[in-house]
Nanobody
Framework: QVHLVESGGGLVQAGGSLRLSCAASASIFNINAMGWYRQAPGKQREWVAGITSGSITTYADSVKGRFTISRDNAKNTVYLQMNSLKPEDTAVYYC?????????WGQGIQVTVSS
């Protein structure tokens, strides 16, 4: 069963913008925090941004001021608005949902920023 569906990735030039979405299925109950991670080729997965159930947001230093995380609780969806993209932002992006019972991961979506 697919619990999280990501969309919005793609190829963009440096300086451009993309908006990622991650929709959680209705089968996931009691969602707490939601977040985004990324993994570049040859590197470990790293945390990018998080948002609590009360919409408190936190960001990795590398994306602070350029990325914005938000959520729509009615739609069980988390977003990542990415502006001023850099080639070093190229990675597979994963959403994570923390629920009362367990954590869920999306399948990953490619973001490629060309110089």
């Amino acid at each position: 069963q697919v619990h999280l569906v990501e969309s919005g990735g793609g190829l963009v030039q440096a300086g451009g913008s993309l908006r990622l979405s991650c929709a959680a299925s209705a089968s996931i109950f009691n969602i707490n925090a939601m977040g985004w991670y990324r993994q570049a080729p040859g590197k470990q997965r790293e945390w990018v941004a998080g948002i609590t159930s009360g919409s408190i947001t936190t960001y990795a230093d590398s994306v602070k001021g350029r990325f914005t995380i938000s959520r729509d609780n009615a739609k069980n969806t988390v977003y990542l608005q990415m502006n001023s993209l850099k080639p070093e932002d190229t990675a597979v992006y994963y959403c994570q949902v923390r629920a009362a019972v367990r954590n869920y991961w999306g399948q990953g979506i490619q973001v490629t920023v060309s110089s």
